[in-house]
Every structure is written in C-alpha cells, then in structure tokens.
C-alpha cells in the first residue's frame, strides 16, 4: 500500500477544474529575458476558456506594474492586478499584526515601500523607532544598515522577511539571494521571521484573497518552493519541465514535494491528465511502464512524453516510500524528447 502521494487524474482539462492559476514566474513563463516556448499561446488559450491567471513571485524588488510591464513585453497579458509579489504578502502579514498608522523598519527596496504604504503602514529608515521591521532584496543596502537591523532583530523587534531565497539568476550568473541575508540575520539573532514568500503560506493566501479563487491551481518549476507552497497552503499543483526540476530531483521528492500533476509545459492547463494505474513499484500509463529493479528505474514502452514522466514519477515514488531510498537513474530511464507539436514518441526501450 502507497503511504506518499502520488498523480492525480482529471478527466476534464484544467481549465474546467480550476478557477485561479497561480502562475510562478521564471522557468514558467520566462527564462531570462524570452518566454517559455507555448507559454504565450498556452495562457491565452487558458483565458479563453475562462480561467483567470495571476502571476505571483518571491521578489519583493519589483513592483507589480514593472512585473506585469515585463510580461507583457513577451506578449502576454497582464496588468499589475494580475501580480502578487512577497511583498505584498509581507505588508498583509504585518497589517494584521499591527495597528493602522504604525511604522515599519523597510529594510528592502521599492518594491516593498510601496505595498506597505499600500496596507496603511509607515516605512521608516532602520534607526527610527518602529514596531516591525520588514527585510527583502536590495542590492543597495548598506552594511551599517545590516548591522543596526540585526542588534534590533535580537533586541526583540518583530521580523517579517519577504522570502528565503538563497540564489537568484542575474545577468552575470547565479547571485545570492535575500536568503543569504536572512540566514545571517536569523544566526546572529536566533531569531526566526515570519516568512511571507513560498513556500510558506502567507505569498498564496495573499493571492488567493485578491482573487478571490475558490479552487485555485499552483503551477511552477521548483519543487521545494511552487510545488511544497501549494502543499503548505493545501491546494493542488502542476509542475511543468520548462524550469529546474529534473528527473534526478522528482524521483527523490518527498510526499509535501510531489506534484498533482506533471506536464512539458504550460499547455497541460488545457489537457486531460491520466492518473497511472500502480502495482506496488510499478506503474503503466499511456504505452508505458515504469518499474524498479534492484534499487533501479526502468521505463519501457512508446507514448506521450509526459506520460513518460508521470510513470517514472510515480514508480519511483513507491520505492520511496516502500523502502526509504532513492531510485538509482540508469539507461533504461532517460526521459525521450518531444517532438515538435507537442509531446509524442515513438519509444523507449
């Protein structure tokens, strides 16, 4: 018997299904400055069918009229209602705690000032008096500024911070994130923030209240923030391939890790998903069968390519949790590539 969760099934596209996708945004919609390959088609299509679409993020830089300005030069649509960003989750965590009017240590960049004021709250520089304090990315923060907000920090002043995470893709490579300054703020202080950023919860609640969604959709590419914030926030996801999840990481994902659905990319919002029938670690779904041998994964078989990749998820995924080990990646399981419309193999062998 299964202990873990696995793939859901849905026998009507997801746009049928879900009122609100809570799309993630780089390796979804864009890598770099280019779209996701089907992203602007897939999105509008999704419109059409009458699904709403916001677009949420961790950088709490960036307003949500410059967010939606960059989407839109893509060629998809959105305005700066269609954006949650951590910092407007960071001012609504704080608005609740505290009294209208009460000021706030903003140890971030525009892109925080602005929701705060927005949530009736007072920005204020770090050595003012304050009841909070609030930490997000800015690549112009001042060490001395650090230094006073951690002594506040560890005095007791009450710490939101926007997000954790550690790296960022600049234009110069991979950079550190706000998470590196929250790690050296938490050890300093031994204090832990209220994180509003995924995959804690308060990023998708704010979403889900602005939109109003009643059965909302997670979708994202990283599993230990999209696909773990909607299992925090209880609600089902999609995980597409367009970003940095690889095979290596879905088949050691731990259960609050693992996917409702999987798809190539966006255009499995507006597709029927089949659940693989299992068989202790065996899995057989579309032409496909995935099994472990010895600790090993095997794929067999032709089909759909992400067929390919549900069974090998949910294969490995048994093993897990059967045995408390990882599945080892060998020749007989290397994801076939999708042709040009859309997912379609001849086999795997």
Do not use: C
């Amino acid at each position: 018997m299964l202990t873990g969760h696995q793939l859901k099934g849905s026998e009507q596209p997801l746009t049928s299904v879900y009122d609100v996708a809570m799309l993630d945004l780089d390796g979804v919609v864009y890598i770099g400055g280019a779209a996701v390959p089907r992203a602007p088609e897939s999105l509008a299509a999704a419109r059409e069918a009458g699904l709403h679409v916001a677009f949420i993020t961790n950088n709490a830089a960036r307003t949500p009229a410059k967010v939606a300005a960059n989407i839109r030069d893509l060629g998809i649509e959105a305005t700066a209602e269609d954006v949650v960003t951590s910092a407007q989750a960071a001012a609504h965590v704080l608005a609740e705690r505290l009294a209208p009017g009460a000021k706030v240590v903003n140890l971030g960049a525009a892109g925080l000032r602005e929701p705060l004021e927005a949530a009736g709250l007072v920005p204020v520089a770090v050595d003012e008096d304050a009841e909070a304090i609030v930490t997000g990315y800015n690549p112009e923060l001042l060490w001395k500024d650090i230094l006073r907000a951690a002594v506040r920090i560890k005095d007791g002043l009450f710490w939101v911070a926007s997000n954790t995470d550690m790296t960022f893709p600049a234009a110069y490579g991979i950079a550190p994130g706000h998470g590196v300054l929250v790690d050296t703020l938490r050890r300093f202080s031994g204090v832990e923030p209220v994180v509003a950023g995924k995959p804690s919860r308060p990023l998708l609640e704010e979403t889900i209240r602005r939109t109003g969604a009643e059965h909302p959709l997670m979708v994202g590419d990283r599993l230990d923030t999209d696909i773990e914030g909607g299992h925090n926030t209880g609600i089902d996801t999609l995980l597409v391939l367009t970003g940095v999840t690889h095979l290596v990481d879905l088949v050691a994902a731990e259960p609050q890790r693992r996917p409702s659905y999987i798809s190539s990319d966006l255009g499995g919002l507006l597709e029927t998903h089949s659940a693989p029938e299992t068989d202790d670690t065996t899995a057989r779904l579309g032409g496909w069968t995935a099994e472990v041998r010895d600790g090993e994964l095997y794929v067999t078989g032709e089909g759909h390519t992400d067929d390919w990749w549900r069974v090998a998820a949910a294969s490995a995924w048994a093993h897990l949790d059967a045995s408390g080990s990882v599945v080892t990646i060998g020749a007989q399981a290397v994801p076939p590539r999708p042709d040009a419309g859309g997912g379609t193999v001849v086999s795997a062998s």
